[in-house]
């Protein structure tokens, strides 16, 4: 079935160091992968995605890598901040373009 | 905001009563997709709809209802059907050439 495991459940880091949340998925014909980050109380924001045919992806200081091989992909921040304290889900989909969501990783940022 | 609007953005609920949570877009986006969020857990469909007129069930439809006749709107009804229906209700639009959805504000519904 479609299902998607999502670790650590949480996660705390000091201030500049870098911070690793991995998935995996089950749907092997899975094509989409976006990352969402959610503050208290608001909702979800697109900050990073990447398609299957690509391995990876970077933007400024996020990174996600994709293996379909082995169906992991993970996120990576790197000079975290405080202001990167919030949940941050996986998630994949196909062509009908509905998303099966990780449970979330609570990532704290300590200054 | 994205162009996705909720309402109301909280909502209280009598037990045996229906209530409906309202979902528009001008982003002349084709896909609608209803999610529920219980604390501390990540985002279940409810509902989606790829184009007016048309919807499907999507994880966690019992107890849920909605309509597509506009491409604008997709309203969800909660019945009292739903046994637990105390969560945050998320609504999210896509057009159909990309994969990203964007997220209207939420809806927090409460049972009394």
């Known amino acids: 079935g479609e299902n998607v495991e999502q670790h650590p459940s949480t996660l705390s880091v000091q201030e500049g160091d870098s911070a690793v949340i991995k998935c995996t998925y089950s749907?092997?014909?899975?094509?989409?992968f976006p990352w969402y980050k959610q503050e208290l109380g608001k909702r979800p924001q697109l900050i990073i995605d990447i398609r299957s045919n690509v391995g990876e992806k970077k933007d400024q200081r996020i990174a996600v890598t994709l293996n379909k091989t082995a169906k992991h992909f993970s996120l990576h921040i790197t000079e975290t901040q405080p202001e990167d304290s919030a949940v941050y889900f996986c998630c994949y989909s196909g062509n009908t373009g509905k998303l099966i969501f990780g449970q979330g990783t609570t990532l704290q940022v300590k200054p | 905001d994205g162009g996705i609007t909720q309402s109301p953005k909280y909502l209280f609920r009598k037990e045996g009563q229906n209530v409906t949570l309202s979902c528009e877009q001008n982003l002349n986006h084709d896909a609608m997709y209803w999610y529920r969020q219980d604390p501390g857990q990540g985002l279940r469909l409810i509902y989606y709809?790829?184009?007016?007129?048309?919807?499907q069930k999507g994880d966690i439809a019992e107890g849920y209802s909605v309509s597509r006749e506009k491409k604008e709107s997709f309203p969800l009804t909660v019945t009292s059907a739903q046994k637990n229906p105390t969560a945050f209700y998320l609504c999210?639009?896509?057009?159909?050439?990309?994969?990203?959805?964007?997220f209207g504000p939420g809806t927090r519904l409460t049972v009394l």
């Open positions: 709809s790829q184009i007016v007129n048309d919807f």
């Open positions: 999210a639009s896509r057009a159909s050439s990309y994969n990203e959805q964007f």
């Open positions: 749907d092997s014909a899975s094509n989409y």
